[in-house]
């Protein structure tokens, strides 16, 4: 192909692409990052793009580039910038490239920005869906909770067993709805970056025993041994520490539905370098290895399951990520399974 | 007997409420929107009022806020009752002047629970 229509697709590229030296003065843009920067039909070569575009968390990544000669290490957070281009907010995604050119040779800062507004804005719409969903279950669920309630306390007169068994299965169910609802709220939440994480350093004891009392009562119905197994030296973990108390009653409770009478489940943490390991060991019947990859995303459920909605372990992986931690699944059918996920070791 | 002004708009929990209401011995009255809440709460001086947040005409902080600024009314306990689970919503209503915040849905010993703390 000729050089001319090199130039060509450069300027076309559906996508703002800016060059700059390392002192961030612009050496091409082509047109998209012209409408972007509003600086159509000007020649601004040799300019700094710090005169065209007003974004702090962009030009911090500009600076670690240029300064370090290394691009940042970019993530779903400190990638995404907000523009307000003519009036309007708009979201674009960094991505950014350095290199060398050969004529002068210099080294040479690429970077391009791809609007992602469109996506944003469903997020967005998917959040609001979520937060309007979980209201409307909120308010019939109060008038069957406040119903059921006063019908089974017996104070509008007397009831069978039976019908006492019906109203109590009705409850358990209507609290089965409402975790539903909670659930889709806090990962939606989560998933546009909603739930800002608290951190303090936290004692793992705290929250193991803190998951665990409100667990033991359904083990001792169940006839499980629920135990666990913690070395007296364990370290303070960087935590958010409702949340982790959360991911671990989480995988609890999963360990207590999926095994039978008379098995066990042992909690244990250690320490691992500069991590925390948490494990949730159960003696249930284990899941297939089919599953221990996607186990972790939302609505997936086990073949024979006991009709969760699929969101829970999903949650629980979000927000070991959002620590900065990871989470993962040793099973064997036929032998249990254990679930363990890793947390920093906190500061103090 | 204790007054309880329960301000709520859907027809099935007002039922629910108010019958676990009368069952622990309170008196219940019940209003459907905002601007009538500030009315009966100045009228009547209930013992404690509980209020929905997304009321018809005045919504609940609003009408919290008025409560709260009238000498009459000043002093009477408000709990809100609300499906809004959001901080912020939190945040507002306590601004407003709310004593307690409850969201729901709940149980009717949470409910009578909640109102002891205000109320022998």
């Known amino acids: 192909m000729p050089l001319e229509n ?8 559906p996508e ?62 400190n990638s995404v910038i907000e523009l307000n281009i003519r009036g309007k907010r708009k979201y674009y995604k960094v991505s950014m490239k350095l290199f060398e050119l ?22 967005q719409h998917k959040t609001d869906f979520f937060a309007v969903a979980s209201h409307e279950f909120r308010t019939p669920l109060t008038s069957i909770f406040m119903g059921v309630g006063m019908i089974k306390s017996g104070q509008l007169g007397q009831i069978t067993p039976r019908g006492k068994e019906i109203l109590e299965a009705i409850e358990s169910d209507c609290t089965r709805l409402l975790q539903l609802a909670n659930n889709l709220l806090d990962l939606s939440r989560m998933e546009t970056g909603w739930i800002s994480l608290e951190l303090e350093d936290v004692s793992v004891y705290d929250v193991i025993n803190a998951a665990l009392a409100t667990l033991k009562l359904q083990a ?8 666990t197994k913690l070395p007296s030296d364990l370290p303070l973990v960087r935590a958010d520490v409702n949340k982790i108390i959360w991911v671990v009653t989480n995988l609890v409770g999963n360990a207590l539905r999926y095994t039978e009478e008379k098995g066990s489940i042992i909690v244990k943490a250690i320490r691992k370098g500069s991590r925390v390991i948490f494990s949730v060991a159960d003696t249930g019947k284990g899941i297939p290895d089919t599953y221990h990859e996607k186990i972790f995303q939302k609505f997936v459920q086990i073949d024979g399951g006991t009709g969760g909605a699929g969101l829970g372990l999903a949650i629980c992986k979000e927000i070991v990520e959002a620590h900065g931690g990871e989470i993962w699944l040793k099973s064997e059918l036929g032998k249990g399974s254990t679930f363990s996920f890793s947390i920093p070791v906190g500061r103090g | 007997m204790q007054k309880i002004l329960l301000v709520e708009d859907e027809k099935n929990i007002i039922l629910g409420v108010k019958t676990c209401l009368e069952v622990a011995n309170y008196q219940v009255l019940v209003v459907e929107d905002g601007e009538k809440a500030i009315e009966t709460a100045v009228n009547e001086r209930p013992d404690l009022i509980l209020l929905d947040l997304m009321l018809p005409k005045i919504d609940g902080f609003t ?26 919503s939190r945040r507002r209503a306590m601004e407003a002047g709310a004593d307690s915040y409850m969201t729901k849905p709940f149980r009717p010993e949470e409910l009578w629970q909640e109102i002891k703390k205000f109320i022998v």
């Open chain 2, 63 to 88: 009408v919290c806020r008025e409560l709260k600024s009238k000498e009459e009314t000043k002093n009477i306990p408000i709990v809100v009752l609300t499906a809004k689970v959001e901080e912020e």
């Open chain 1, 220 to 227: 001792e119905h169940k006839n499980i041994a629920l135990y």
């Open chain 1, 16 to 77: 703002a692409v800016i060059l700059t030296d390392m002192e961030c003065r612009i050496l091409a843009c082509n047109t998209l990052a012209e409408e972007l920067l509003g600086t159509k039909g000007e020649d601004i070569r040799g300019r700094r793009i710090q005169a065209f575009l007003n974004s702090p968390p962009l030009m911090n990544l500009l600076d670690e580039a240029v300064m370090f000669a290394r691009v940042p290490a970019l993530n779903h957070e």
């Open chain 1, 6 to 13: 090199y130039e060509l697709i450069f300027r076309e590229i």
């Open chain 1, 102 to 123: 050969q004529d002068p040779k210099s080294k040479t800062l690429l970077f391009t920005l791809t609007d992602i507004t469109i996506i944003k804005e469903m997020e």
